[in-house]
């Protein structure tokens, strides 16, 4: 999935192009971008299996429309701005092959935007219930594939989610089945101010809001109601950043009650404090 990634976009393609594994199928689905996102597809256009340019609804919606394409038995995608380290397909396909695993992932490196190392995201082991409790996911998803199995009974990606969707596939994949994780370093995970994880607070907040209300609220998993106070608590969080002062105090106050914790006091005596100043 890419739209006005230009800058990283050929880094992308070519890690994956890269790869010392075959067959290898590669699909693009671009959502209209207005940079220099179109050459650099085009420029590796006599090596991709299909792309397209046109709007669509977000990452998740385009990640449908190019998941929905795709012809293998395994499967995955790599967001515009991160790359694939070599080597990586082979070792996670073979560890797939090796077990009964829907879903394998291992660890990335947290790059900037000018490639330089900031640190490691090492892979934690899947638990759902505490993946729920904390609404935290352990699944470093740069570099993971998942069998078709899993998409055709956990997908497609909701497109409502903006932050969470992926959180939301994986819960559902191991609802399914064994979902593994390995220790080899299989990515780079940029991080910039235009990237998921490096800005966009306040739609990071609605989204903690919406996987709080419609998905948790509805889910039937055991620690659905700490994990809304997690979710809530992340939102707050959010909101405090983007200047939402009130929506910050509601959301923290949510959080509180459903699962008290230093740090959401904390943060709502931050909120409080900073909206009763002149």
Same mark, same amino acid.
């Given at each position: 999935?890419?739209? &006005?990634?230009?800058?990283?976009? +050929?880094?992308?393609?070519?890690?994956?192009?890269?790869?010392?594994?075959?067959?290898?199928?590669?699909?693009?689905?671009?959502?209209?971008?207005?940079?220099?996102?179109?050459?650099?597809?085009?420029?590796?256009?006599?090596?991709?299996?299909?792309?397209?340019?046109?709007?669509?609804?977000?990452?998740?919606?385009?990640? &449908?429309?190019?998941?929905?394409?795709?012809?293998?038995?395994?499967?995955?995608?790599?967001?515009?701005?991160?790359?694939?380290?070599?080597?990586?397909?082979?070792?996670?396909?073979?560890?797939?092959?090796?077990?009964?695993?829907?879903?394998?992932?291992?660890?990335?490196?947290?790059?900037?935007?000018?490639?330089?190392?900031?640190?490691?995201?090492?892979?934690?082991?899947?638990?759902?219930?505490?993946?729920?409790?904390?609404?935290? &996911?352990?699944?470093?998803?740069?570099?993971?594939?998942?069998?078709?199995?899993?998409?055709?009974?956990?997908?497609?990606? &909701?497109?409502?989610?903006?932050?969470?969707?992926?959180?939301?596939?994986?819960?559902?994949?191991?609802?399914?089945?064994?979902?593994?994780?390995?220790?080899? #370093?299989?990515?780079?995970?940029?991080?910039?101010?235009?990237?998921?994880?490096?800005?966009?607070?306040?739609?990071?907040?609605?989204?903690?809001?919406?996987?709080?209300?419609?998905?948790?609220?509805?889910?039937?998993?055991?620690?659905?109601?700490?994990?809304?106070?997690?979710?809530?608590?992340?939102?707050?969080?959010?909101?405090? +950043?983007?200047?939402?002062?009130?929506?910050?105090?509601?959301?923290?106050?949510?959080?509180?009650?459903?699962?008290?914790?230093?740090?959401?006091?904390?943060?709502?005596? #931050?909120?409080?404090?900073?909206?009763?100043?002149?």
């Amino acid at each position: 999935p890419s739209y &006005n990634q230009g800058r990283f976009l +050929d880094e992308a393609l070519r890690s994956v192009l890269e790869q010392e594994y075959e067959p290898l199928e590669v699909l693009v689905v671009d959502g209209g971008s207005t940079d220099e996102s179109v050459d650099v597809i085009r420029r590796h256009a006599d090596r991709l299996a299909w792309w397209t340019s046109e709007a669509d609804r977000g990452q998740a919606d385009a990640l &449908n429309k190019g998941l929905g394409r795709a012809g293998g038995e395994i499967l995955g995608w790599l967001a515009s701005d991160d790359a694939l380290l070599p080597g990586a397909v082979a070792r996670v396909v073979a560890e797939l092959e090796r077990t009964d695993a829907l879903l394998v992932y291992g660890e990335a490196l947290f790059v900037d935007e000018e490639g330089r190392d900031i640190h490691a995201l090492a892979p934690r082991p899947f638990d759902v219930d505490a993946m729920v409790r904390a609404c935290a &996911n352990h699944v470093v998803q740069p570099g993971s594939l998942f069998r078709r199995r899993a998409w055709e009974e956990a997908g497609p990606l &909701n497109v409502e989610g903006h932050y969470l969707f992926d959180f939301e596939f994986a819960l559902a994949v191991g609802r399914l089945g064994t979902v593994a994780r390995i220790p080899d #370093r299989l990515s780079l995970y940029r991080v910039h101010p235009e990237s998921k994880s490096g800005g966009g607070s306040l739609l990071k907040a609605r989204d903690y809001v919406r996987f709080a209300d419609e998905y948790l609220a509805r889910s039937g998993l055991d620690g659905a109601d700490a994990g809304r106070g997690s979710a809530y608590l992340a939102a707050g969080d959010y909101f405090y +950043d983007a200047g939402h002062l009130g929506d910050a105090r509601r959301y923290l106050t949510r959080s509180l009650r459903l699962r008290p914790t230093r740090r959401g006091a904390a943060l709502l005596a #931050r909120a409080v404090a900073r909206s009763v100043v002149p």
